[in-house]
Every structure is written in C-alpha cells, then in structure tokens.
C-alpha cells in the first residue's frame, strides 16, 4: 500500500498561523506570537549571532534552513523564553500546532568566572550592550566557540511533538530562529536563556569602575555619576 502525505503550502500554514493565534489569544492573552517585519530576520548584531552560530554546526546545517520560511510566515504562534529553556507553539500542516522544547546547558561556573574577571572594568562596554549596541570589543568573548557564550550544538537539546523523524525537524529549526528574533527585541534574554546573572557583571563593572575613579582623584568631580545614580541607570539594587 502505497503512503500519500498532502502537501501544505506556505500560503496554507500562515493562514493556519494567523487563525491560531487568534484563538490561542482568546484562552491565554499573553501568548507571544514571533512576527517577522520584511524578508530579513535578523536585525540587530544579538540575532544575526545567535542564527550564525547555529548555522555554524555542521550537523544542523541540513536541517537549520528549514525553519527559515517558516519563521518569516508567522508559523511560530508562541515561544517564551525562560532560564535555560524556551517553550513554543509552531504551526505546520495540521490544525493544531506542534509543541517544541529547547534545553539549553547553563555556563560553567569556571567560564562564568572568567568572564566576570575579564569584563570587571568595561561599564563603557557593558552600557552599550545593554543598550542594543553591540561594543566590537567584546564580540570575541561571546562568540568564541568553545569558550564563548553561545552555546556549542551539544548544549542545545530540544523535542517536538511532530512525527518527523528527524533529527531536526523544520518545527525545531522555526524555534530555534525565532529565539533570535526574541533577541532582536531584548538582548537580555540572551542572558535568561544562558542561565546568566547578568546584574552581578554589572555590579562587579560598577563597583571596579567606581573605585578606580576614587583612586585616582580624591576629590569627587561633578562629571562622575554616583554609584548609587549608576546601580539606578540599570535598575539594580545596591548591597
């Protein structure tokens, strides 16, 4: 006996998507559906590092591009980012959308450490990140694989509840890209999803920046903001 499987269109699944959402929203208002603005999906330097680093591994690389068309069509109805984990809906061919998990390994304390030693006495640059703009300078800690912060494929885990057989299938690949569109709009939630504090590299810059100052000239200078004015500017509470 002969299998036939029917073919979806693209066309189809963003119909299916829009419709989705629309319901999905009706029992759970905080649902967060990705929508992709034009054909580009990676705008800023936080998703167009996150997609190249996925793209960098050799046994996602047949796989990845899948998920492409269908991140630009809306397919991702929901997907929440949380510490070390990303849940979310992805709609594919049939009426109900597909669940996908992705697990991501927390930084080792040892790499965590290094980074808190190496950053300590850069606010400059950690003011820029925060800020969406990306500083060059520490473009080589984040990305460097192996030692960087991205995650290597071997700290990626995930599951779909799709029968796709394969080792990732084009649900997983979808997620995976509309984590970095996630990123597009809130750099931070790199951090949430790496299991990072990211207020202690702040506080650690703050307190190394601001004792320098006092080293340097006894005599406060109207031009340097106050610790307790710079623990405000990120929203941190001073110890």
């Known amino acids: 006996m002969s299998y036939y499987k029917k073919y979806t269109s693209v066309a189809e699944v963003k119909r299916k998507a829009e419709k989705q959402v629309k319901e999905l929203k009706k029992k759970d ?15 800023t330097w936080w998703a167009k590092a996150w997609n190249e680093n996925l793209e960098s591994y050799a046994d996602y690389a047949n796989r990845i591009g899948r998920g492409k068309t269908y991140v630009r069509n809306g397919a991702v109805v929901d997907l929440r980012i949380e510490r070390g984990v990303v849940r979310a809906k992805i709609q594919g061919s049939r009426k109900k959308p597909y669940d996908v998990l992705v697990k991501i390994d927390p930084l080792s304390e040892k790499r965590w450490n290094e980074i808190l030693k190496l950053y300590s006495h850069k606010i400059d640059s950690i003011e820029s990140l925060v800020s969406g703009k990306f500083p060059k300078e520490l473009e ?3 990305t460097l694989k192996g030692e960087g912060l991205f995650p ?20 997983v690949a979808a997620a995976l890209y509309g984590i970095g569109a996630r990123f597009d709009e809130d750099p931070t939630l790199f951090f949430v999803l790496r299991d990072i504090d990211f207020s202690e590299l702040i506080k650690k810059s703050i307190d190394k920046r601001m004792h320098d100052l006092l080293d340097k000239d006894e005599v406060e200078s109207k031009r340097i903001l106050k610790s307790e004015d710079i623990y405000s500017l990120f929203d941190i509470e001073e110890e």
């Open 152 to 171: 290597s494929s071997d700290e990626i885990h995930f599951h779909c509840t799709c029968p796709d057989w394969a080792y990732m299938c084009k649900h």
């Open 29 to 43: 208002p905080d649902i967060s559906p990705v929508t992709i603005e034009g054909k580009t999906i990676a705008k």
């Open 140 to 142: 080589d800690t984040f």
